[in-house]
């Protein structure tokens, strides 16, 4: 019998930078780690300052199994080179940098959440749109999760797909986020949903579902 796991919620988004003195943007990112304390869902992040560790702090003080995927090689880097906190309760020292830290911190996930952000965040969202990963969108906090729609649709002329959703309550996303975890499996190469190209173009099936959910 398949054993029934905790459901691992990444949030990625601003670690510096002026929306980390959003009041707003601070207050979601607090109210969407104690929803996933009370939720019993592990928490995952890039263990880093800004708006990820005010959502980890409120994930701990609601019970949260806390997980930070480091860009650094050990605990020393960790803190003098990358002057990060060390407030998860596992740290997983990759000692690749931030780009490919990225790739482990999307991975180790179940679904992503998506809070202000700028171009690292940016980085973190192509990641998980190319690899078919869920995806909630914490909109009205500015940044890359304010723009997220147009920056996909308008930009990169592609569509949204039927596993990103969106919503401004960080309670009302995680619910749209445990329903596309559940209904949208993690992909294969063979189910069609990773396509290696030579131009490098991932299109949604249209077999998929609805393109603009949430």
Do not use: W
Request: with cysteine; glycine share 12%.
């Amino acid at each position: 019998m398949t054993p029934i796991h905790k459901l691992k919620i990444g949030v990625m988004g601003s670690a510096s930078g002026p929306q980390i003195s959003d009041p707003h943007a601070r207050a979601m990112a607090k109210k969407l780690g104690e929803e996933i304390g009370k939720r019993g869902h592990i928490f995952i992040n890039g263990a880093c300052p800004g708006l990820p560790h005010d959502a980890l702090l409120a994930a701990k003080a609601a019970g949260a199994f806390t997980v930070g995927i480091s860009p650094a090689f050990s605990e020393y880097e960790h803190v003098n080179e990358y002057k990060s906190p060390l407030d998860n309760d596992m740290l997983i020292y990759t000692g690749q940098g931030f780009m490919e830290r990225d790739v482990v911190n999307i991975r180790s996930s179940d679904g992503v959440i998506f809070i202000s952000g700028g171009i690292g965040t940016l980085n973190e969202l192509t990641i998980a749109y190319d690899e078919g990963r869920p995806m909630g969108i914490l909109t009205g906090t500015g940044g890359i999760s304010s723009a997220i729609r147009h920056v996909i649709t308008d930009l990169c002329l592609r569509a949204i797909p039927p596993n990103m959703v969106f919503d401004d309550d960080p309670a009302k996303l995680l619910d749209k986020l445990e329903v596309a975890i559940h209904k949208f499996p993690l992909p294969i190469h063979e189910d069609g949903r990773i396509i290696d190209k030579p131009e490098g173009r991932r299109d949604v099936p249209t077999n998929l579902g609805e393109k603009n959910p949430g």
